[in-house]
């Protein structure tokens, strides 16, 4: 396929499905008091509807002049301190983070046609959870983790030479941790739950942190 200038393109675009369903209905006045446990209801249909990969989400930040950066990540937990998330902090999401935590979360389930996104400040965990993640991983991810220079460029042989070095660190100590590895959670101060309907008529839930930040205000918006 080709950009081209007769509209192909766009023709062959306008004749793929979107969100056809048909789709669970949705009663929002029967949702949680909390996005997370409202969050945990929905990722469980996901995984009972066979979704691939239903701990994928899109983490999108802000770099250093204000331009929106995003890529896709597994979520690795979710609890009273938010959504979490593990990387090497010496990448650009992590130097972005560190600069400026605010951030956002979205899931996206096609096949019940659902959508979750989750806005708020990404706060690295202690570093005791962040060793436990890193110690839990594969040898394999560990030597890679190690080795690797997240997105900058390296040149092949460097980077043989770094996954050798990084082999026989771990070959004298197989639970050194890389200190770079953080784990990381988005505390939320909104979520929403969108739900799409094959007749168009999509409907979205909206959690909101209340003023005193005790609890949750819930409200129905317009699709
Ligand atoms: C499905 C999927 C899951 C991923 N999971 C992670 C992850 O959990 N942690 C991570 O650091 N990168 C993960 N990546 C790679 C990131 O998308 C990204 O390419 C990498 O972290 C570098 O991002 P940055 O340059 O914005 O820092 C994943 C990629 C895909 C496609």
Redesign the pocket.
């Known amino acids: 396929m080709t950009p081209d200038a007769n509209g192909h393109v766009r023709d062959m675009l306008r004749s793929l499905p979107s969100l056809k369903g048909p789709f669970p209905p949705v009663d929002f006045s029967t949702f949680p008091d909390t996005p997370q446990q409202a969050f945990l209801d929905w990722l469980g249909d996901a995984i009972a509807g066979g979704i691939k ?1 239903p701990h ?1 989400m899109t ?1 999108s ?1 802000v770099d250093a002049d204000g331009r929106a ?8 937990n979710v609890d009273e301190r938010g959504w979490h ?4 902090i010496d ?6 983070l560190l600069a400026n935590p605010e951030s956002a979360l979205t899931f996206y389930w096609a096949q019940l046609g659902r959508q979750v996104r989750i806005r708020g400040r990404a706060v690295p965990l202690p570093d005791r959870e962040c060793a436990a993640d890193f110690l839990e991983r594969p040898m394999s991810a560990r030597v890679i983790a190690m080795a690797s220079m ?2 900058q460029p390296l040149h092949p042989a460097e980077l043989a030479d770094r996954l050798h070095d990084a082999q026989s660190l771990f070959d004298k100590n197989p639970h050194h941790v890389l200190s770079a590895w953080k784990v990381m959670a988005v505390a939320p101060r909104s979520a929403e739950f969108w739900q799409g309907a094959s007749d168009r008529n999509h409907k979205r839930l909206c959690y909101s942190a209340s003023d005193d930040g005790a609890g949750w205000v819930k409200a129905v918006l317009c699709a």
């Open positions: 990969e994928a983490l930040t950066d995003a890529r896709m990540l597994i979520l690795k998330f593990a990387t090497h990448s650009p999401k992590g130097r972005q997240q997105s």
